[in-house]
């Protein structure tokens, strides 16, 4: 399948720092993934998203050595601008990315940067406020929105770019659950319906390891895991690295530990309690 | 204690944040905040210290009505962390940042020198003490907002989101943390959203909707009910949404935990080797 990402052997050190931050890192990711990136603070996670967008080495300077191409452009070679045509970022917060004085604004304002047609930024737009089910907001000033249509604003700005890759930096951490919850499922579709890469670094891996395809745990500036959600959460070294695992894993994992006879594991709530129910019927 | 009597507050823009809600915070306690965004919990917090003042109703700190008292006085026994580390933080480096907050409060200079030691070794934040702020990560940063208040050991200490950006290893040095402050008899009030982390911890939840309380009582009563979980964007916890799907083979529902799941599970189920395939 052909790779829309493409990591070599990326080490990195940031200005003025002793330790390498990314020591060695190498992955690949096909077109259409939906990989979620997690790991402890200071793993690395956000420095690895930083190179995928070419934030380093273009801005935060440093040394970086292997190599990182995403969608066929090497990001040493390529401006920021040039890679942001095909590489979008979310923030955590959306209050640092939104800034213009209404939400059609905040939406253009990439697409107006690129110098695209009027027509071109009109169609783009209206089409990502539609898929983010904002398009009732268009004249509402960001400040006046509620955190979780912030955040909407803030994929629908990247969305009109017409990104190969998203890239989304723990979205949710100002969201309730419910909210979040609502931010995956639009993100899921855009996996789904229009093949969109997306890469996501969150700690909530209890919601979200039903949603994604594959999950990397990083550690220490190295890829630890890589893998299918349960393959990577049922792993030994998961528990080990002090991820979170969802509560239904580690009651997996103790009732086998302890003999109790099951099933294979399940990632959501729904399929475990059909297994015990089984279980129970047998 | 904090005792909040029919208090209602409308923010300039016209939203109504508050709506006669009343609630009694005994020293000691050992509370957390729930609700979805825009439900009115950071502005009933902003009510403890004196920020904010009702609109009508009043608050009482040990007594003191906050209309009587400034933010200053209010601080020194209400210690309150923001969500936004970065509305908070401006100084050069980490121990500048810790000092600052116990210099405004007089504390002598050898004080200040131990307390901000300590405040750096409970947080985890050693190595950080000549680093500038901004260069740390969310996480760390909120770590560093929580030391600044801190430090000045405040009776109640209030908490504005403290998990977010903290991976799990510490969320659980901060759940014990606040075994800790509570061991000392200290009052701890937290936002939150993180219901796995409220399901941890175990403290009293008070969830709120559209300017009210919606509910009072402890984790497990509060977040084993999916109809007033649901009204308030709470997601269950999912050994309670397991036991909610459950109720009708004869389990409890007011189940939170993986330890109390395993108690009730284990000894129902078949043992042994699974049987591939057959």
């Not at chain 1, 045509?85 to 107006?112: I, T």
């Not at chain 1, 890589?226 to 509560?247: H, T």
């Amino acid at each position: 399948m052909a790779s829309i990402i493409d990591v070599k052997d990326l080490s990195y050190t940031y200005p003025n720092f002793a330790e390498p931050t990314l020591r060695g890192v190498s992955l690949t990711i096909p077109r259409g993934d939906f990989v979620l990136l997690t790991g402890p603070s200071g793993c690395g996670k956000t420095t690895l998203c930083r190179c995928l967008i070419g934030l380093i080495p273009h801005f935060y300077g440093g040394a970086l050595t292997g190599d990182v191409v995403v969608a066929n452009l090497s990001v040493k070679d390529h401006s920021i601008s040039e890679l942001a045509q095909h590489v979008g970022f979310v923030f955590q917060n959306p209050e640092n990315q939104l800034f213009a004085l209404s939400v059609e604004k905040d939406v253009a304002f990439g697409l107006e940067n690129l110098a695209k047609s009027r027509a071109e930024i009109r169609k783009n737009v209206d089409w990502a406020l539609d898929l983010m089910g904002i398009g009732g907001l268009r004249d509402a000033a960001p400040f006046e929105l509620s955190g979780g249509q912030k955040q909407r604003v803030a994929v629908a700005s990247v969305l009109a770019m017409k990104p190969d890759v998203m890239v989304l930096d723990e979205p949710t951490s100002f969201l309730d659950p419910v909210t979040a919850k609502r931010l995956f499922d639009v993100i899921k579709n855009l996996n789904d319906e229009l093949g969109l890469t997306v890469v996501l670094v969150e700690h909530r891996l209890s919601l979200l390891s039903a949603y994604v395809k594959r999950i990397i745990v990083m550690d220490e500036g190295q890829v630890r895991l890589d893998g299918a959600p349960l393959d990577v959460l049922m792993a030994k070294e998961a528990r080990a690295l002090g991820i979170g695992i969802p509560q239904i894993m580690q009651l997996h994992q103790s009732l086998v530990e302890d003999k109790v006879r099951l099933d294979k594991p399940a990632t959501s709530v729904d399929e475990f309690a059909a297994m015990i129910r089984s279980l129970l019927q047998r | 204690m904090i005792e909040v009597d029919q208090v209602s507050y409308t923010y300039p823009a016209g939203t109504q944040a508050l709506q006669d809600i009343s609630v009694t915070i005994p020293e000691g306690d050992f509370v957390a905040i729930m609700g979805e965004n825009g439900a009115g919990k950071t502005t009933l917090i902003k009510h403890f210290n004196g920020i904010l003042k009702p609109e009508r109703g009043r608050v009482r700190v040990d007594g003191v009505d906050t209309k009587d008292a400034s933010v200053a006085e209010l601080s020194r026994t209400i210690g309150l962390v923001f969500q936004n580390p970065d509305h908070q933080l401006f100084s050069e480096t980490v121990e500048e940042e810790i000092a600052f907050g116990l210099r405004n409060f007089g504390f002598p200079e050898d004080e200040v020198a131990q307390r901000i030691d300590w405040t750096l070794r409970l947080l985890n934040l050693t190595q950080y003490r000549q680093t500038s702020p901004f260069l740390l990560s969310g996480g760390e940063r909120k770590r560093v907002a929580l030391a600044t208040v801190l430090a000045w050991n405040p009776k109640t200490l209030v908490i504005d989101e403290p998990t977010i950006g903290q991976d799990y290893r510490q969320k659980e040095r901060l759940r014990q943390f606040f075994a800790e402050l509570r061991g000392q008899g200290r009052t701890v009030v937290f936002v939150t959203h993180d219901v796995e982390f409220v399901a941890d911890c175990d403290p009293r939840v008070l969830l709120m909707y559209r300017g009210q309380i919606l509910a009072d009582g402890s984790a497990q009563q509060v977040l084993t009910n999916p109809e007033i979980t649901a009204k308030a964007s709470i997601l269950l916890p999912q050994i309670a949404q397991l036991f909610h799907q459950l109720q009708d083979l004869g389990f409890p529902h007011e189940v939170l935990t993986v330890q109390e799941a395993k108690g009730l599970l284990e000894p129902v189920l078949p043992r042994g080797e699974a049987h591939e395939g057959l």
